[in-house]
């Protein structure tokens, strides 16, 4: 039965927006109500950004409206535009500009980058530092994949890198549900495969929670599988998205881009760990490492100042 439908079906369906959970099992191939899960509420702008970007006649004014109505994120994103991320010759002056320049949807997509980042900024402050981290690590991973998505000629590099910023997104999830036991098991992770020690834990991991999430927030959902993906092996991935992902991951995590001070898993630890696969060799050359590395420094100045 198709995960939709097992939603359908749940006696959870008629929760309030934001409150429901389900869990894989995978070696059962069956769905199964586990828990309930307080998933994070999208900010009202992007929500209906979301909404405009999936409309059949988008209207462009309306987008540049929406942005100009959050003046933060309407000044970051002016930051962000204009970083090295875009490479542009001239400035980008204003958010009309910015989406003659580069179109609505990467507008739209920096726009949820920058909203996606208030939800790791506004969790509890004893998790403050976790928060931090994760989503410094998700920029980096999201510098990646949108590189990684144009050197290999795929899809929207716009919305690779909003998967990247998502991607771990279940982790906060999971945090605010369990709180210090979330905690403990995230020390964890640099030694282990920390996707099982979750489901062993707490019956499901943060790649599924954070599939749920992108779900529930109504974006694409070649991005909700690719986030579910991204901890799988590579080899045992065939969609371009989650490919690009994990080889973000992967990369990120070598070249030590955004994951400073965390030292890099020894070859074989890692479930998804695969050293050999010519996907990840190929792209590991110094003038991409070089490339992110430039582009990661300025994006965490213009998101996190
Ligand atoms: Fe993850």
Sequence with gaps: MAQNEILRQSPLREEPPGVFACVADGREHTLRIQACLKLPVFPAVASKLVLELNAQNVVVSRIVELIECEPRIAAQLLQVANSPLYGLARPITSIGHAVVILGFRAVSQIALTLIGARLF????????????????????????????????EWGDPDEAFLTGVLHDIGK??????????????????DTGDITQLEREKFGLDHAGVGRLCVQHWGLPAV??????????????????????????????????????????????????????????EELDTNELQNRCREQFVALRQACLG
């Excluded at 906060?172 to 992770?189: R, T």
């Excluded at 080889?247 to 050293?275: C, Y």
């Design 121 to 152: 900024q506004d969790s509890p402050p004893k998790f403050a530092s976790l928060s931090q981290s994760t989503y410094t690590s998700s920029l980096a991973i999201a510098t990646l994949a949108r590189n990684i998505s144009k050197t290999v």
């Design 172 to 189: 906060l999830v999971l945090l605010s549900a369990h709180g210090s036991g979330y905690d403990q098991l995230l020390v964890k992770e």
């Design 223 to 280: 991005m909700s599988e690719a986030i579910a993906q991204h901890h799988r092996p590579l080899r045992q991935v065939e969609d371009m998205l989650p490919r690009v992902l994990i080889s973000a991951r992967r990369l990120a995590m070598r070249w030590q881009i955004g994951f400073a001070g965390t030292p890099p898993p020894p070859p074989g630890l890692q479930a998804e760990d695969s050293p050999g696969d010519a996907f990840v």
